[in-house]
């Protein structure tokens, strides 16, 4: 099991025009922490190992993946069982991401999958060990075995009225 911080992303509109629907090609690995849209992604992923991202239940996260394959992708599930004060394990909700692959993960729905008492709870089985801080509250959390040749953005859907 790997360490390190998970950084919080603020999503980009997905159906906000043409620059804000866009998914940005592959260039280089990194997070579009500034959730502005656009065609490239913003930052190096750095010593970064997952992502917060505050959730409505209209927030997913797209992904490119390229000559390395992204590994195993664990979305933490934030609801505390009021029995024993615990979340399930990391293990619950896992993906893999295969070298040279696009796609997304989500919507998820904020009841199920936001961080209801981050500091207060401990993920068994987690490809990321590092422990929630105060910030991941009310965020999904979506952490990475391997992030050598993947790209992420969040994004968050309009709803129609």
Do not use: H, K
């Not at 927030?59 to 069982?81: H, M, R, S």
């Not at 040279?100 to 998820?108: A, C, R």
Request: charged share 5%; hydrophobic share 40%.
């Amino acid at each position: 099991m790997a360490t390190g911080p998970r950084v919080t992303i603020a999503p980009a509109s997905f159906n906000a025009g043409a620059t804000g629907s866009a998914f940005p090609a592959y260039s280089a690995p990194g997070i579009d922490v500034a959730g502005t849209g656009g065609t490239a992604f913003a930052t190096a992923w750095g010593s970064n190992l997952g992502v917060m991202i505050p959730n409505n239940g209209l927030i997913w996260l797209y992904y490119v993946c390229g000559a390395t394959a992204g590994g195993v992708t664990q979305v933490l599930v934030g609801e505390v069982d009021g029995n024993t004060g615990q979340v399930l394990p990391a293990t619950t909700e896992t993906y893999t991401i295969a070298a040279n692959t696009s796609g997304w993960l989500g919507p998820w729905s904020p009841g199920t999958y936001n961080q209801q008492s981050p500091a207060n709870v401990t993920y068994t089985g987690g490809v990321n060990t590092t422990a929630l801080v105060a910030a991941a509250q009310n965020c999904v959390v979506v952490d990475f075995s391997a992030t050598t040749t993947l790209c992420v953005r969040a994004y968050q859907n309009s709803p129609a009225t």
